[in-house]
């Protein structure tokens, strides 16, 4: 054997060598890598469980039970709102007088004037000429007119009226008319009164007509 090939042989026997002990250190450090996982899944699950409620990060998290964290653990804090103050009652619905009091005035008519029995409470415009005036009582109601003129216009009787009965609790609402006239129906409970306007050269002609019922008592 020449000397060139001892020297091959020797160096094929070193890299044989060298390939074992290679093997065999790797083999080891995987089993160590093994063992040392193991050990730390023991040890992890034979650890205490932590306690949800502790002190740290668990109390500004609310705990692992899901309660809120009081304001004295550095949690949120609610606002307290003011009492609410109970709303006042209602007011109490106001009370009218009535348009027709005391006794039924007897049946009566007169010209140029007003009539005696005339209810007080129906109010007849200032400045105002009565041409005729008359109440009828049929023992249950009362019927009154009023015709009389006087110088303004017809809607301004019109709004006249309808502030001095919504004096009265009366609120007015058109009725129908004829001729160019115009007219408003105020009511309340049994009492219906009409004021009808009618423009002339002078001023306006006004009439009203209603019918009302006494006053219980």
Known sequence: MTRNMRLVLIGALVAGLLIVVAAFTMERLASGAASDSIAATDAASSAPAVDGGGDGAGD??????????????????????????????????????????????????????????????????????????????????????????????????????????GLLGMQGTASPAVGGSKALEFVRGGDSIVVTVLPEDSGTRYTLSGTLTPAEG
């Open 60 to 165: 500004g998290a609310g705990g692992a039970d899901g309660e809120a964290a009081s304001p004295g653990d550095g949690g949120p804090k609610s606002e307290v709102l003011p009492p609410v103050e109970p709303e006042a009652g209602l007011p109490a619905p106001v009370e009218y007088h009535p348009l027709l009091a005391g006794d039924l005035p007897e049946s009566a008519a007169r010209e140029g004037g007003l009539v005696d029995g005339f209810p007080a409470t129906i109010p007849v415009l200032d400045d105002s000429s009565i041409t005729t005036s008359a109440v009828a009582s049929d023992g249950v109601r009362v019927l009154v007119t009023l015709d009389a003129t006087v110088e303004d216009s017809p809607q301004r009787v019109l709004d006249a009226y309808l502030v001095e009965f």
